[in-house]
């Protein structure tokens, strides 16, 4: 049977996130801290200061590197929360994607969020309850010059679905927060503002302005709620209305 909606969290609750030194994964560390969770963040960077939880250096493309730092954490705390954000990206048309930037692409992106959520699914189910949130992105629903990282995220939609169906009598739930532009420093570098094709692709959301991580990671923060145990396989577009009319 199902578990009944939690209305109280069982303390203290312990949540992974991955790729949380910067930008939106910085913001959900924050996000996830105030609401009362304790957090380890896996990256291969270290956070600007601590405030984004305890942090473990890890490449998230090496799976040895990966598994030995999860056995690790696993070993010491009972995570019943799991965020998995890191990704790679290299742009290219798709004559010029290499096969070994492909493979970096779905390995870092959908192999890792594999790999974290098998490791942290014996605490959650001696728990009777779970929250997994991927963070996928509108490009799975096309974009140029993303083969190999439209193809990943649209990997997590996917694993988002099957999981969700698998783990849902555990009382397991598990959905996914796709972001469109969101105005990160890494957004931003490549992006000036002054530019004017920074300038159209603003103009072509319909809010007319781009996302802020901490609306990411928001929404991000809704479904690891406790009262969002009736939830799941969903895939939330947080873009400003430029996914509208494209998902169906």
């Not at 994607?97 to 014996?122: E, H, K, N």
């Not at 949130?133 to 974009?143: D, E, H, Y």
Request: hydrophobic share 45%.
């Amino acid at each position: 049977m199902t578990s009944q909606p939690q209305t109280k969290d069982a303390a203290p609750r312990h949540a992974l996130v991955t790729g949380g030194s910067s930008g939106i994964g910085l913001a959900i560390c924050h996000t996830l801290i105030a609401a009362g969770w304790e957090v380890v963040n896996f990256d291969i960077q270290p956070p600007p200061d601590a405030s984004s939880g305890e942090f473990v250096r890890v490449d998230m493309g090496d799976r040895a590197a990966l598994a030995e730092a999860l056995a690790q954490v696993t070993a010491r705390k009972a995570l019943t929360g799991l965020v998995n954000n890191v990704a790679a990206i290299r742009p290219a048309p798709i004559e010029d994607t290499s096969l070994d930037d492909f493979d970096l692409q779905i390995g870092v992106t959908a192999r890792a969020a594999l790999q974290c959520t098998q490791a942290v699914l014996p605490a959650m189910r001696a728990a009777g309850h779970g929250r997994i949130v991927n963070i996928t992105s509108r490009a799975a629903l096309g974009k140029e010059l993303r083969s190999g990282y439209a193809a990943a995220k649209g990997a997590l939609n996917a694993l988002t679905r099957t999981w969700a169906l698998e783990l849902a009598p555990r009382g397991i739930t598990v959905n996914a927060v796709a972001p469109g532009p969101i105005a990160t420093a890494a957004f931003k570098a490549a992006n000036p503002a002054d530019s004017p094709r920074t300038q159209r692709i603003a103009q072509g959301i319909p809010v007319q302005r781009f996302g802020e991580p901490a609306e990411v990671a928001h929404a991000v923060g809704c479904f690891m709620h406790p009262m969002a145990s009736f939830m799941t396989g969903q895939v939330l577009y947080v873009c400003g209305g430029i996914t509208v009319g494209l998902a169906g």
